[in-house]
């Protein structure tokens, strides 16, 4: 695998234009629990589109019913229908009007019904007893691609689903009738004059339609920085339960009840005293729990979700080995106007199998997903405990134990106990044996989702076109949206030698600068694969570089500054030294991600708005500490508007010690950075050893002087002289990148006249010209011409720009 991964990055770097990328990543489209009714008039922004339109641009994809609707001519169980079509679970119906008449089919489970804007809806029974509900998919999601990640730092986790972190419980109450009171009493509070702002107003009551469960969220959850003192101290006077019940019933909540909602909500009689599960018109109500880290210890914690929250549909892309090629957007047709302004990324996965490590397998029940494929035939498995007949018979009699695999794992285990073959099999709770306790790194090859599951694919493409009314005559083209590289942190293990790497809360932003540093240093805390801790290289591969890394380095950057993606960087394994989060923030992160608008999603709006906060270097027994070089890191606002897409107490979810590791311990911080510091140092002066800083790129090189000697030319990392270098109009326009460019465009030439002495030797060899007449060489030979041709022109200059060019490779040679 590795030798392959070497070989890629080998070609890639000869051949230019192309990377290949040390990375995880996903395809995140945001789901939603729609309820019991959907109506397509009130419930979705209108976006121009309609059924005509769609009928008139997809005719070879549908299959059109004269009632105003179309059946999927390659997957009969796609259904297309009016934009403004009414969905009702309790009839099981779904209505519009179609020339004036009004048209109805029926709502069936294993359907999916798509509007002509592409928004997806279907009927779905939740985990946890819940009633059935109607599910909504937007048609865009968003790509986010995790690079230049070290092991352990949530690659794989990025494209897994979070419901396996997900339970269920009852909406518990501790007396109906005082409870709703103080419901009651929330509803006609005056929020009129919350705002630390007098200036600003908003007496929208909780109920009106005009307010959107988020809003409420938000109103409920106190701000610093948007509300004044006393309304904070209102707020957390109200128990976290009772806020729980208001966004219940803003979730049931219809406007036909009026004032009389109390009458909606019951619990039961149990010996003859009420109870405490609350049913909303007699069904019991459950709500979502999600896991987010550990308690000190060891359980779970959870946090509620919000009532209209569904996992998001993620579909996988990439992890470990990906080739991705950097273009200009301008002459793409059909890509989305939010990337119409600069160069895109493509990227391609190069393998058929993913190698997996499920870290969370251990835990019987937990990781589904794994539990199921282990379950079956034809698997490469490796550092699983190979077991046989008596271990299955003895795993069977701890029957608590048995029965919390899922089925798959229970059925597996059941015929190892009764058969003589297979001798061996392996259960996913019982890693290899190593030194006397159970291996860190056991690993599977998982077959790619997006192979398996053709439909799921066929449906997200189709949905993309509908929305951009983009016919299937002409290319779909998926972009990376969001950049998000993860980081393991630990806590220090005195007896393994391994010091503190816990500074980083849940997700920091660099500017290119600092991520660069980042990258070239690649640190890593206590790694389950066997490179273990320290610094795994440049952007993470460093053992499997064939070449200088320096030379994916000036890739990565140009890269970056072409597509202008912003960095954000994200925790796994720690936060601080005491806050165990595993890898549930990098499952998390896409979940909060895709449910951004495009504009909250760029730092330089993150910023402006106060949803991030600059880390400024920190003094210590007379030493200073650049803790500014972690960038900027998330504070409450952030976790307040964004997590609260999530979750209905975002603020609970992140304390003010995760989202501030000093607090955790300042002397632990203090090594921290110190660890940083000194590994960057180390790994820069190592580019200094072989020479190849004089390969760098200006902008790498100042930063990699500056990592080891503290300054560049007398300049700081913070003189703007340095910070200027990383700017794309600096890029386009200096000596060093149409350097690049040219010699992309001399080594396309040299490809040109290769293939014509080839294909002109072939035609010159006696006895070969029946051979070359029928592989048509002198046709061959013409076309290569022409392309030499082509490639010659000065104007190829033009063609290549925006792209990352080439690495001039005569530096070397010097």
Not at 25 to 51: C, I, Q, T, W
Not at 441 to 467: F, G, K, V
Not at 574 to 586: C, E, L, W, Y
């Amino acid at each position: 695998k590795k030798e392959v991964k070497t070989q890629i990055s080998f070609s890639a770097n000869l051949y230019g234009l192309a990377e290949e990328e040390h990375a995880g990543g996903a395809m995140v489209y945001p789901s939603y629990d729609l309820g019991e009714e959907f109506s397509g008039h009130l419930h979705v922004k209108r976006r121009g589109h309609n059924f005509e339109d769609m009928a008139e641009r997809f005719q070879d994809v549908m299959e059109f019913k004269p009632e105003g609707y179309a059946i999927d001519r390659k997957f009969r169980d796609i259904i297309y229908v009016s934009e403004d079509v009414d969905f009702n679970l309790h009839d099981q119906s779904i209505t519009w009007l179609h020339e004036g008449k009004k048209q109805k089919i029926k709502l069936l489970v294993g359907k999916t019904y798509v509007r002509p804007s592409g928004y997806k809806v279907h009927l779905e029974k939740p985990p946890g007893n819940r009633s059935w509900r109607l599910i909504g998919t937007t048609a865009e999601g968003i790509l986010c691609h995790k690079p230049c990640t070290v092991s352990g730092g949530g690659k794989s986790e990025i494209s897994k689903p979070v419901t396996d972190a997900v339970i269920q419980g009852p909406v518990i109450v501790a007396d109906i009738k005082s409870d709703m009171e103080k419901v009651e009493q929330i509803l006609q509070h005056d929020f009129s004059s919350r705002f630390s702002d007098s200036q600003r107003k908003d007496d929208r009551a909780i109920l009106s339609p005009e307010r959107s469960l988020g809003s409420v969220i938000k109103l409920l959850t106190p701000s610093n920085k948007d509300y004044n003192e006393d309304y904070n101290a209102w707020l957390r006077s109200v128990p976290q339960y009772i806020k729980e019940l208001v966004f219940v019933l803003k979730r049931y909540y219809i406007p036909e009840w009026g004032k009389q909602w109390k009458e909606h909500f019951t619990v039961d009689m149990i010996n003859g005293k009420p109870g405490n599960e609350l049913k909303c018109d007699n069904r019991k109500l459950v709500t979502n729990y999600m896991r987010v880290g550990f308690q000190d210890d060891g359980l779970w914690r959870t946090f509620g979700l919000r009532k209209d929250f569904n996992p998001a549909i993620k579909q996988s892309l990439e992890d470990d080995i990906t080739a991705s090629v950097v273009v200009a957007s301008g002459d793409l047709e059909g890509v989305m106007p939010d990337h119409s302004q600069r160069s895109v990324k493509f990227l391609q996965n190069c393998e058929y199998r993913f190698f997996q490590r499920p870290d969370d397998a251990i835990i019987r029940g937990y990781d589904k997903l794994a539990e199921s494929e282990l379950a079956q035939t034809g698997n490469f498995i490796s550092n699983f405990e190979p077991l046989e007949q008596d271990d299955a018979k003895e795993i069977i009699e701890d029957a608590i134990g048995y029965y919390e695999y899922t089925q798959p794992m229970q059925d597996l285990v059941k015929s190892a106990s009764t058969g003589d073959k297979p001798k061996f099999f392996v259960s996913s709770a019982h890693p290899r044996i190593v030194d006397g306790k159970p291996t860190k790194n056991p690993r599977y090859l998982q077959t790619r989702p997006d192979l398996l599951n053709e439909r799921a694919l066929y449906l997200e493409q189709i949905s993309m076109r509908l929305h951009r009314k983009l016919q299937t005559t002409h290319p779909l083209y998926s972009v990376v949206d969001a950049v998000v590289p993860g980081r393991r942190n630990n806590p220090a293990d005195v007896k393994a030698g391994i010091q503190p790497l816990a500074v980083y809360n849940p997700i920091h932003f660099m500017e290119l600068p600092e991520l660069f540093m980042e990258y070239i240093c690649s640190m890593t805390g206590k790694s389950p694969s066997t490179t273990g801790a320290g610094s795994e290289g440049a952007l993470t591969k460093g053992p499997f570089n064939a070449l200088p890394p320096i030379i994916d380095l000036n890739n990565a950057l140009v890269s970056m500054i072409l597509t202008g993606h912003d960095g954000f960087v994200t925790s796994a394994g720690f936060i601080g030294p005491d806050v165990q989060v595993a890898h549930d923030i990098s499952m998390l992160i896409p979940e909060v991600w895709c449910r951004m608008e495009d504009e909250e999603r760029h730092a330089s709006y993150l910023i402006a708005n106060g949803y991030l906060e600059k880390c400024e270097d920190v003094e210590h027994d007379g030493k200073t500490f650049a803790f500014s070089r972690l960038g900027y890191r998330i504070n409450h606002k952030f976790v307040r508007d964004f997590f609260g897409r999530v979750f209905n107490h975002p603020h609970a979810v992140f304390t003010n010690e995760m989202l501030m590791p000093e607090l955790q311990g300042r002397e632990t911080f203090i090594d921290g950075l110190e660890n940083i510091m000194t590994t960057q140092k180390r790994v820069g002066e190592l580019y200094f050893a072989d020479k190849s800083v004089e390969a760098a790129c200006p902008p790498l090189k100042a930063i990699i002087t500056i990592m080891v000697e503290g300054h560049y030319e007398g300049k700081s990392l913070n003189d703007p002289e340095v910070r200027k270098l990383f700017n794309r109009d600096y890029l386009k326009e200096s000596d060093w990148y149409q350097e690049r460019l040219v010699s992309k465009q001399n080594l396309d030439i040299q490809l040109w006249d290769n293939h014509i002495d080839y294909l002109q030797a072939f035609l010159e060899k006696k006895g070969y010209q029946e051979e070359a007449r029928r592989l048509n060489i002198s046709k061959k030979l013409d076309a290569a011409r022409l392309e030499r041709e082509k490639t010659s022109k000065a104007d190829y200059l033009n063609f290549l720009d925006g792209t990352i060019g080439v690495q001039p490779m005569s530096v070397f040679s010097q």
